[in-house]
Structures are given as C-alpha cells and as structure tokens.
C-alpha cells in the first residue's frame, strides 16, 4: 500500500505516450512508422520499469527534515529551514512541497534541486504571521526522479507538526540592547532634556559640554579644579501598566495586522524595556470585562509571565466598559502609575462617551491615551482628486483625520497625556513619550 501512496508518474511520461500515440496515427498513411512506433513503446516501457528500479531499488535514499523555531514571532519575518539529504548513486531531481499551516493561504510552496550522492542541500525560506495562535504544519514532502524522468517518488516527513506564534519576540529583541544602554536614539527614538531635579543622585562626573549647568557641583569643582556636574537617573522601581482595549475597535486591520495584534507586540517590547530600566511593569485586558491582569512586578522574568498572558489576548467584538476599567483601577492600582492605554476612536462622539472615566484615572495616575491614524484616509487625503466623486471622498477623509487631532486636543485639555500614532510606528512613539515622562518627573 506504501509504494501505491509513494508513486507518481512524472508529467513527461505523458508527452512521451503524446508523442507515442500520434506516431501510430500517422503510421495509417506512412506503413514504414509502424514497426518503429511499436519498437519506441518498448523501449518506452523498458525505460519506465528501468527508472521504477532506480527510485525504489535503493531503499529510503531520501532523507529530509524541517527546522522551526521554537516560536514564531508575530508580524515578523520568520526564518525556517528544510534540510534534504539524497543517497541515490546518481544525480536526482527533488521537489520540495512543505504543506504550510492553513492561515498562510499559501498552496504554491514549490522548490527544485538537483543533488548527487550523499550531498545535502538546505533550503531556507521565510514566513510572515499576521495572526497569533498555534500554527499546524503539514507534510513536509519530497519528489524524487531520477535523469530518465519517468516516474516520482514521495517521500513524506514530519506530518502535523506545531509551532505556537507569539508576540513579536522579534521586534522585543530589537530594542533589548537600547534598554540597558544610554543609546535610546537609535531607531527613532528621541532624546528628551531633563528638567528639574526629580531624579535619583548617580554620581560626580566631568563637565561636558551640553550638560544642565544647574548641576555643577562647586565644591568638586573647587577641590579638582576643573567644572564638575551632579549626573542624576530616573527614579526606578515606579509602577507602570500597559492597558489593551480588546473592544471591537482593535479588530481594524492595517497591513494586513488587526490594531490589537500592534498594541500587544508594542506591550511586549515596551515592557522589556521598561524592566530592564528597573521599572514595575504590569499589564491589563480588557472589553466587556476584565479579562487579565498582570500586577506590576520588577523582575526580568516577569516578561515570561507577560508574554504569555499577551499570547491568549482574543478580539470582542462588543464596546468596551471604561467604567469598569476605572473600578478595577481603584480597586487594585494602589500606587501613582504610568497607565498606558491602547484603544482606538473613530468619531469624536465615541471618546465624549468615554473621557469621565478617562478624566477620573488621569486624577489619580498619569494617563496616556495612544490611539491610531487611519493611514489609509491618511493615503487618500495625499492622493489628488480627479473626478467629483474622488473630492467627496477626501473631504469625508479629511472630516475624519481632523477629528483625530480634535480628540487629542480634547484629552489634552483635561491633562490626559495622547499618542496619535502610524500603526507601523506604535512601539517607538510609545517608548518616546515613557522617556519623555520619566525625563520631566511627571509620574
């Protein structure tokens, strides 16, 4: 049963019976085609049972495996590796076929290569995720023919084989060495002057040009005679909480990434930041309820615990409860904390709806707001109208991105801290506006 599972007639086999059959047509009008036709289907068939011999007379001569991570990493480039190794005793034509999970949509996985004995080749190739979630690979499966091209052979490897997608692990490792360094204007992320002297005392240092000259230090600079400066750090150990609204208003795709998926890899990577900078880190969910709630905690594996709280976070489709979002807020934030909340407003009248409650966390904690631009209308304002129906369409465009910037007016009049940012640019505006508040003392 195993051989009938494994054999395959290659495609030429079929042009050769083409060929084949039109020979004895045409030998009707030209006799002497006759006799050759017949001499060429014996051969034909003696080369078939020939290559039938080559692929399965050398036992299992394929041997391949397929290389996954340990996790996939959320709207990233995923690297993958597929390993195939040929014992046949003569050059061999392989197909490699990997079944891809079912999300990817993907049908037309095809790569061909050609190996001699004992050669192993390695084919690497990339996917990009745009869902979380437990991701089932099929077959990995292998075609084998030899040069004669008659017959295949299917080798198949690695049936059902899981890998789970999580946040973006990536994305998190790209800012993990800016955490524990100065460096942080790299990547876009800007550096904020210090104001005031809320900070913690590090030490005496030499005076560089640029430094707060309301930091020298005169009597080590007396007693070394050259200006000596007090360098201060942002005060550490403070709470901070990144809240993701999971309401209906995250299920907004961009580039092929719902809104929630941007605020949950944005999380993961503020929040190893913010640890690695000894800060309590802690993270809530939620829409009609509360759905998880991490405390602020300040230890490095504390990440792990948030990870995986960020990998079974799911999209409502209902409208979120702010009132329940503030109780929670009284009932188990204690301490002065820097909330980050992700949400998103697509009317103005969405966030009226909700500023009591908003304006009611601002009083106790530093709120920030971080919701998003429609970079679509964004795109349509900057394309010029040819007809009158393209006008309507970007005045109606326009209506809604100035509504965006009324919103964020209308927060900040009560005090409340705004992001108003690109999806794609969501995790370095959010660690710009932390650097900036820790900068000025605000929390």
């Not at 949950?264 to 309590?280: E, H, Q, Y």
Request: a positive charge.
């Amino acid at each position: 049963m195993s051989f009938f599972k494994s054999f395959y007639i290659h495609n030429t086999f079929f042009w050769y019976i083409a060929g084949l059959a039109a020979s004895f047509v045409l030998s009707f009008w030209v006799e002497w085609l006759y006799p050759i036709s017949w001499l060429l289907f014996y051969v034909l068939i003696t080369l078939f049972l020939l290559d039938c011999y080559l692929m399965y007379g050398n036992g299992n001569a394929i041997t391949a495996v397929r290389e996954l991570p340990r996790k996939l990493s959320n709207s990233d480039f995923n690297e993958l590796k597929v390993k195939v190794t040929s014992k046949y005793p003569f050059k061999t034509r392989i197909d490699v076929i990997d079944e891809l999970p079912q999300q990817f949509q993907k049908r037309d996985f095809l790569h061909t290569k050609v190996l001699i004995k004992n050669q192993q080749y390695q084919h690497i190739y990339s996917l990009r995720p745009v869902d979380r979630g437990e991701y089932i690979f099929g077959n990995l499966n292998i075609f084998a023919s030899s040069q004669l091209q008659l017959v295949k052979r299917r080798y198949r490897f690695q049936r059902d084989q899981m890998v789970p997608v999580y946040p973006s692990i990536i994305q998190m490792q790209q800012y993990d060495f800016l955490a524990t360094s100065n460096n942080l204007t790299q990547l876009g992320l800007k550096k904020i002057r210090r104001i005031g002297h809320t900070q913690e005392f590090e030490q005496i240092k030499e005076y560089i040009e640029g430094d707060d000259i309301r930091t020298i230090n005169w009597k080590a600079t007396a007693k070394k005679n050259q200006l000596m400066v007090n360098q201060y750090q942002d005060e550490k150990s403070q709470p901070i909480y990144s809240i993701i609204d999971t309401g209906r208003v995250m299920k907004l795709p961009f580039n092929g990434l719902k809104l929630l998926d941007y605020a949950i890899n944005s999380t993961l990577a503020f929040s190893n930041v913010a640890l690695k900078r000894n800060d309590k880190t802690g993270m809530i969910s939620f829409s009609k309820q509360i759905e998880s709630f991490v405390p602020a905690i300040q230890k490095i594996t504390h990440l792990n615990t948030i990870l995986e709280k960020l990998y079974n976070i799911k999209t409502a489709f209902t409208d979120s409860d702010y009132g329940l979002l503030y109780a929670h807020l009284k009932r188990k934030v204690n301490h002065r904390s820097l909330i980050l909340l992700y949400t998103n407003f697509e009317h103005i009248s969405a966030l009226q709806r909700q500023l009591p409650y908003l304006n009611a966390i601002a009083k106790k904690h530093v709120l920030v707001v971080i919701f998003f631009e429609n970079t679509e209308l964004e795109d349509l304002i900057k394309n010029d109208a040819e007809d009158l129906q393209a006008i309507y369409h970007k005045t109606i465009a326009e209506k809604f991105s100035m509504e965006k910037r009324l919103m964020q007016k209308a927060l900040q009049q009560y005090g409340i801290q705004t992001i108003l940012t690109r999806p794609e640019n969501l995790t370095i505006n959010t660690i710009n506006k932390y650097l900036e508040i820790k900068a000025r003392g605000l929390l």
